[in-house]
């Protein structure tokens, strides 16, 4: 689609990646963003830039995907949806029946509201975790679901909620299985990606960072500028539908991160390394299959790692140093 002059609806563009989703939609010749956001989890303060351009606009009623209704009003006259609602691993863990409210039946409304608006394409926001432990590396879309967690069970039921949603009405859509996603605007509170914040803030306290097992756990980080880019490739993209990775192809493992966040950050102290408390159901090595994405959406990533936690760095500095103006 090409996006030129068209109204654009995104579920969730508070949060960390949809306010990346947003920013990177203003660079287009959209006509309008809407974002659509109960604000559990994401803040305002995520899209204090973006709300100086006045395509965007900002549902001020704090709207939930679990009403129907409400979701339906806000799809009059969108062309496309991105939807990135939902509650994470950890979240869904600690409350089992908001996770299925919110990532199946809540995104079920968003599917079926955009169909039933006549909306053209719908962007949605899966993950890495409907794979599971890897049985084969680089996992490619062709890989078996081999998920263990709640997070994961229903981010596989909400991809073919969503594929069956594309069968009944004509409605165009892409899944997107975002890897290890981290950089600028990102929480501390993520199953994964969470131990970025948690190193950095043992080595500005003087503290050794801690590494559980023997750090050789592996990630395939992608930068949320990158993820940004991929949501409105596949957006853009004529592609009618599919499950697309969006991942690096690269594996990091802990051990490798730590060192480079303490080169990043000029602070060096020896790692302290700790009995693994990982959870079973936890991947401990993750890297993604890039092609698909590659050949269909034209989508690689951009960012390298190093100037990627560079930016994540230096955001935190940003935030510490707002935070401390304001006191
Ligand atoms: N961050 C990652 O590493 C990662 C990896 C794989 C997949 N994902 C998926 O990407 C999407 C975005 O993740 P994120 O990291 O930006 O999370 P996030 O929590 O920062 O953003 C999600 C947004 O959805 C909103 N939301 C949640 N429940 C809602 C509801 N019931 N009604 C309306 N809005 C609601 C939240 O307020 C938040 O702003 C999610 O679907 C997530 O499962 C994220």
Redesign the pocket.
């Known amino acids: 689609m090409d996006l030129t002059g068209k109204r654009i609806l995104v579920?969730?563009?508070?949060?960390?990646?949809?306010s990346h989703v947003v920013d990177r939609l203003l660079k287009t010749q959209v006509a309008e963003v809407v974002v659509?956001?109960?604000?559990?989890?994401?803040?305002l303060r995520?899209l204090a830039e973006a709300s100086a351009d006045p395509r965007l606009t900002v549902l001020d009623d704090h709207?939930?995907?679990?009403d129907f209704d409400r979701l339906s009003a806000a799809m009059t006259g969108v062309d496309g949806v991105f939807?990135?609602?939902?509650?994470?691993i950890v979240a869904s863990n600690e409350s089992p029946e908001d996770a299925f409210t919110?990532?199946v039946t809540?995104n079920w409304n968003v599917f079926r509201a955009a169909a039933r608006a006549g909306v053209r394409k719908i962007v949605h926001?899966?993950?890495?975790?409907v794979y599971g432990q890897p049985q084969i590396v680089p996992m490619t879309e062709e890989h078996p679901y081999h998920n263990r967690t709640l997070?994961g069970a229903n981010?596989i039921a909400a991809e073919h909620l969503l594929l069956a949603c594309g069968e009944l009405d004509p409605l165009e859509w892409a899944a997107l299985?975002?890897?290890?996603?981290?950089g600028p605007?990102?929480?501390s509170k993520?199953a994964?990606?969470s131990v970025l914040h948690k190193v950095l803030d043992r080595l500005e306290a003087g503290e050794p960072p801690v590494i559980f097992g023997d750090g050789s756990q592996m990630m395939d980080f992608v930068h949320v500028t990158d993820v940004a880019k991929a949501n409105v490739r596949a957006m853009e993209s004529d592609v009618a539908s599919g499950f697309f990775n969006v991942c690096s192809g690269v594996g990091t493992t802990i051990r490798e991160v730590v060192a480079m966040l303490s080169r990043l950050t000029g602070i060096h102290i020896e790692p302290e390394y700790r009995e693994a408390a990982i959870p079973a159901n936890l991947v401990t090595k993750r890297i993604g299959g890039p092609d698909k994405s590659a050949d269909l959406l034209s989508f690689s990533t951009g960012v390298s790692l190093e100037d990627g936690l560079r930016s994540l760095v230096e955001w935190r500095e940003r935030s510490r140093a707002t935070a401390s103006a304001g006191r």
Request: hydrophobic letters at 30%; zero cysteines; charged letters at 15%.
């Open positions: 579920v969730g563009g508070a949060g960390f990646i949809g659509y956001d109960s604000l559990v989890r994401g803040s995520n709207p939930d995907i679990r939807n990135l609602a939902a509650i994470g919110i990532n809540g926001s899966s993950s890495a975790s997070y981010k299985r975002y890897f290890n996603v981290y605007r990102q929480d993520g994964y990606t």
